[in-house]
């Protein structure tokens, strides 16, 4: 074992309370996607970092020292909550009793969680209060122009009309209220428009992002049209949407991508009005990291020398007979499900709902036939035309018309023809143009000599849509997202919002009560260590765990499958790595009393080595570096084409037990049996003769002849040294293991995260992280010279140290312990403390927006964005204090029993684990 093996555990223990303190808070705090203050300073320096965070929001500090001044009206309460929280969590820390911190957790969380609830209430209120309000829009959001009069007027004579023609049918869905309560048409209210961000380029793209950023609440009531409609602008701003707003907003964003998308008005069933996916099941799909790392290396092999694809022998016939006979099955399964909704559902086929479709332009290429589809605004999803979970369509509108569908409504939407230029099947509110369905612009110039100027829809009075870059890093609402299914949970989570990179959390169950689970998928990103993510099955024995790394490792990991116990070395396992190992091993499978190691391409042609290692006592289970005596070592080769079968060795037994060498060669053209030969070590001194009974010879082909005396004795001394090496490469193997172990221990516990240098939104934060590093190195040096005590030292000359200190191990262990549980203490109270005070912030500036102090509509804004921050940050804190909570007693358990595996507390009971 290394001497520094276990550095990462006294680094704390060395470290004074308050400087620990700091080095963990800025090593935890420095991957927020905003500038926090630090806990340990004084008010005053808080109240400094607020305003410099104002006025790099508002960009002057004069009116910054104004913003804070109305802050500071809400000071006192802040003050006094603030000290009743230093109050009790003194008195909390200092009590050992697993329960009651299990309490203090749960407590402190549910406090969180409700002045969460609280402060959101009031933010969204004070938010839509300010938007709506006149003085703060736009005024083409309260007042119509001559030609929006004029559509209007032609909208109002057009449904008119359709009443008398269509008695029986609902009423268009043409001219609605704004969130002002001014009349528009709908077809206005979209605003074609492309956002800034690289990642948002194509249809799949905004269609993720709007279903992710939105929060979407269903109809208040179901078989009715809403009589307001937000505009696309208002929908980013309070991230809440019903189905035609998000409609029109993914529709104003594909629109602007070059899409010929439509907002489609129509019927749907109760899974999808009310997006309950609560009645449906999901298969249980293991995450592959490889996929995408597989598309680019097909992409790159994709050369002269690359092998050519397998001719497929399959007939055309049969794929046609197998494909119809998955369709039926398909067919029968929906069936079963649309029967289930008809027969429970009372208003099945009356849900209004409002969706998107991509009606493909018209291309030349016989080959190419693209057929329209749905988009799914409230998931995002593709849906085809035949989907029978959309019952009916009314109309559809994009930003230039509308077209009200004449066809006979049946179940489902198959039947429909959707080109919207045949009068029989579409009557159009406007006079159109064929070109204006194909995606080209309209020619609004007119010859001299016409005398009839044909009436075209107005443009957007909506304002250009922009998401804010700290909105748009925190992709979801309020940066988590929880998707429910009949047997499984989705969690999502935008980058670098959780403290160990968690981005996505797939939970499957086995009852509807969610309560046993049987597969857990996590996914990560940014990690330092390379890990992107961790499957593990729950079974009644023992769970398997399977961890997957991106390349990059120093250990080149590839996966990493263990069952039970993961700190000790006699668990089973089975590891992969990366083709860049020097000593090419590919596989790696570790039994209870065996390691088997699989190699590719290496110059000697091994290709297998197995090592069987003595049984151990049941007391040394859990000791995970006390090495093992190996038994017998197994070597397997591939052929050498260039020699003889009978001198190509195919398989080396090396029993060190019996204390023999068992050779076996390859098999020859024919044969059924292998050549092999028996050589018994000599035990004798080196003054003795060689005795020739020591090498036992089985030829099979009778012209290669045994060998003679010379020969016998090169070979076994030969064989001596293969053994040598081999007993060398399976100690330095089983250090490898131990090696991998240990880092994996402590990467588990420490949460880092690693920020790319050209990411210009967060390249601050390491600039102030590297500012904090050269603080630390130089207080550290500074109190390391006070006390003479030098960190560079091996980790085993400072653990003698200690121990010539207090002799006793159990009280080392116990600091070490009570160092680790204090810490993690402290951390979650510092967030808790941290969130306080941004809540008091957020709630003195909400209520200086609710008293109208400020005069300027520009300061208005920017304190509004302001506002937007700290909820956010709020949003981040509270999902970092739940993650903490759910990780510590894991943490935990992966120390305890790390230590109790270590040899100086060997002779210690072992530490209790907590499940």
């Known amino acids: 074992m290394d001497s520094d093996s276990l550095d990462w555990i006294w680094g704390d223990f060395n470290n004074s309370p308050n400087l620990a303190e700091f080095i963990e808070e ?181 269609s ?74 999901i ?35 049969v794929k046609f007979l197998l494909e119809e006979q998955q369709n039926k099955t398909v067919m029968k399964d929906e069936v079963k499900e649309i029967d289930f909704n008809d027969s429970s559902d009372s208003l099945f086929g009356k849900r209004v709902h409002a969706w998107v479709i991509i009606i493909p332009l018209q291309i030349e290429d016989e080959n190419i036939n693209e057929v329209p589809y749905f988009i799914e605004p409230s998931t995002g999803e593709r849906k085809e035309i035949s989907d029978e979970n959309y019952t009916g369509i009314e109309a559809v509108w994009n930003h230039r018309n509308y077209w009200v569908n004449l066809q006979s409504s049946g179940v489902g939407c198959t039947q429909y023809n959707f080109t919207l230029t045949n009068t029989k099947c579409w ?64 969690e999502f989570y935008a980058d670098y919002i959780m403290p160990d990179g968690l981005i996505e959390k797939n939970t499957f169950f086995t009852d509807s009560e969610y309560v046993n689970k049987t597969f857990v998928t996590e996914i990560y990103k940014h990690r330092i260590d390379k890990l992107i993510s961790v499957e593990t099955k729950y079974t009644t024995k023992e769970n398997e765990t399977v961890e997957y790394f991106r390349s990059g490792r120093d250990d080149f990991l590839n996966s990493h499958t263990f069952y039970g116990a993961c700190n000790n070395i006699k668990t089973k396992r089975f590891v992969t790595f990366f083709n860049l190992r020097l000593d090419s091993m590919a596989e790696l499978n570790i039994d209870e009393n065996s390691f088997t190691t699989t190699f590719n391409d290496r110059s000697d042609l091994l290709f297998c080595r197995k090592c069987i290692f003595q049984k151990t006592e049941k007391n040394d289970c859990h000791n995970l570096n006390v090495k093992r005596k190996p038994t017998s070592i197994v ?77 016998a004795y090169i070979m076994l001394q030969d064989m001596i040294e293969a053994e040598k090496e081999a007993l060398r490469n399976v100690s330095k193997l089983e250090d490898d293991i131990i090696k991998m172990i240990e880092i994996r221990c402590r990467e588990r516990i420490v949460f880092k995260l690693k920020i790319d240098s050209l990411d210009w939104d967060r390249n601050h934060g390491i600039r102030k992280l590297l500012q904090n590093e050269k603080d630390k190195k130089l207080a550290l040096s500074k109190r390391d ?78 304190t509004l964005l302001l506002c937007s921050l700290l909820k956010n940050e709020l949003n981040v804190l509270a999902l970092r204090m739940e993650r903490y909570n759910e990780t510590r007693i894991d943490r935990y358990n992966i120390l305890a029993s790390y230590l109790n595996s270590y040899p100086d507390f060997k002779t210690l009971s072992p530490l209790k684990l907590y499940f």
């Open 26 to 206: 800025v090593e935890d705090e420095n991957y927020l996607l905003f500038d926090s203050n630090d806990d340990d300073k004084s008010d005053s320096s808080s109240e400094s970092s607020f305003n410099n965070d104002c006025s790099l929001l508002i960009g002057d500090k004069r009116t910054a020292l104004e913003l804070n001044e109305i802050v500071n009206d809400f000071k006192n309460q802040y003050d006094k909550t603030l000290s009743e929280l230093d109050s009790t969590t003194d008195g909390e820390l200092e009590d050992g009793n697993h329960k009651s911190v299990d309490l203090l957790y749960s407590d402190a969380l549910e406090a969180i969680k409700t002045n969460l609830s609280n402060v959101e209430l009031e933010w969204r209120n004070t938010l839509y209060e300010y938007t709506v309000n006149e003085k703060n829009v736009p005024e083409s959001y309260t007042k119509t122009t001559s030609i929006e009069k004029l559509i209007i007027l032609y909208a109002n004579n057009f449904v008119e009309q359709f009443k008398i023609k269509y008695p029986n049918r609902r009423q268009l869905v043409l001219i609605l209220l704004n969130e002002c309560g001014v009349q528009k048409c709908v077809c206005t209210t979209i605003k074609p428009s492309r956002l800034v961000y690289p990642n948002l380029r194509d249809l799949i793209s905004y």
């Open 427 to 490: 009557e159009n509110f406007l006079p159109d143009k064929p070109q204006s369905l194909r995606g080209e612009t309209l020619d609004l110039k007119h010859n001299e000599n016409t005398t009839f100027k044909q009436l075209v829809m107005p443009n957007s009075w909506v304002n250009v849509l922009e998401v804010p870059r700290n909105k748009y890093h925190m992709l979801y609402p309020s940066g988590k997202k929880v998707v429910t299914y009949m047997n499984a949970i989705k």
């Open 283 to 317: 298969d249980l799909e293991e995450y592959d990291p490889q996929k995408s790392d597989s598309k680019n290396i097909s992409e790159d092999l994709d050369d002269a020398n690359s092998l050519e694809p397998t001719n497929d022998l399959c007939s055309e016939y």
């Open 208 to 281: 993720e992002f709007v279903a992710k950023h939105i929060t979407y609440i269903k109809l208040e009531d179901p078989v009715t049209v809403p009589n307001k409609i937000m505009s696309p602008t208002t929908t980013i701003e309070m991230q809440t949407a019903n189905c035609f707003e998000m409609a029109i907003l993914l529709v104003s964003f594909l629109i602007g991508c070059e899409c010929n998308a439509f907002v489609v008005y129509g019927y749907a069933t109760e899974i999808v009005c009310n997006n309950d996916l609560k009645k449906v099941k």
């Open 635 to 711: 070597e397997k080769y591939l052929r050498d084409e260039s020699k003889h079968k009978d001198q190509d060795i195919a398989t080396i037994s090396f029993n060190l037990e019996s204390n023999s060498i068992y050779v076996q060669y390859q098999y020859g053209e024919g044969q059924i049996t292998q050549s092999s030969r028996l050589f018994q070590k000599p035990t004798m001194t080196r003054n003795e003769e060689f005795d020739t009974k020591s090498v036992i010879e089985d030829i099979v082909y009778p012209y290669e002849g045994h060998l003679n005396t010379h020969e």
């Open 785 to 862: 010279k006070a006390k003479q005590i030098d960190n560079s030292l091996p980790y085993h000359v400072i653990i003698k140290r200690l121990f010539t200190q207090d002799k006793i191990a159990l009280n080392v262990r116990e600091k070490i312990i009570q160092n680790f549980t204090q810490n993690t203490k402290k951390r979650f109270i510092r967030t808790k403390k941290l969130f306080i005070t941004k809540q008091f912030k957020l709630q003195s500036m909400v209520k200086a927006l609710e008293t109208d102090r400020f005069k300027e509509v520009e300061l208005k804004n920017k």
